[in-house]
């Protein structure tokens, strides 16, 4: 059930901190399952979410989506919330990485390919590789549409592995399907942008 909005949550919001468990941001919405401090409490596994279409401009959902039930409804209710053009920010766990298996609440996998099925690439030079994606994918006639500005690995917090994040992004593609599980990033990073039509709602 949702709480009270906390009182320095802003009067318009348009910033939505979705799973923000203890980093409470200042003049975002923060949301979560448990109360922290200064969030506001939503199941955020129940839809839809408390919040009109298009109300934000700016997601960031940082270890949080592996922790859902079912990932097109969360993926399609994020797109539902926000604004045409409106930035998403996502960090996850690979899957391969102990960051993903060794935590009992983690239901959901992710890989550098998790968006591909919610991508536009109206306009987008597809690789070879990509090329499925002009006739072949399936996300249950989601609405939900992305631009996925970035996806990238992030090998490692330690500073002494950092270096690694340039090497093993040059075609991040290609480095989860033949060597990933030889040297195992911990993260996978993706910024999407919001695409909807230009006229009229979608129908539901």
């Known amino acids: 059930m949702l709480s009270a909005t906390p009182a320095n949550a802003p009067a318009s919001p348009r910033r939505l901190n979705f799973g923000c468990g203890t980093d409470i941001r200042p003049g975002w919405v923060n949301l979560d399952i448990c109360d922290y ?5 939503c199941d955020l596994n129940q839809y839809p979410w408390p919040f009109a279409d298009d109300t934000f401009d700016e997601v960031y959902a940082s270890h949080v989506l592996e922790h859902m039930g079912n990932f097109n409804r969360v993926i399609t209710e994020l797109w539902r919330v926000c604004r045409p053009g409106a930035r998403i920010e996502v960090r996850v766990p690979f899957f391969l ?9 983690h239901r959901i996998p992710f890989g550098i390919r998790s968006f591909d099925n919610y991508e536009d690439v109206t306009g987008r030079k597809l690789r070879f590789y990509e090329r499925w994606k002009l006739g ?8 939900a549409r992305f631009v996925v500005a970035s996806k990238r690995f992030h090998m490692s917090n330690f500073s002494v592995l950092r270096w690694l994040n340039g090497p093993i992004n040059i075609e991040p593609v290609i480095y989860e399907r033949f060597f990933a599980t030889w040297l195992t990033p911990e993260e ?13 709602p979608v129908a539901k």
Do not use: I, M
């Open 188 to 200: 996978v990073w993706f910024e999407l942008r919001v695409t909807k039509p230009a006229a009229g």
């Open 97 to 105: 990485s102990t960051k993903f298996y060794s935590e009992p609440d």
């Open 136 to 143: 072949q994918r399936t996300n249950y006639q989601s609405p």
């Open 37 to 41: 401090g200064g969030n506001t409490v």
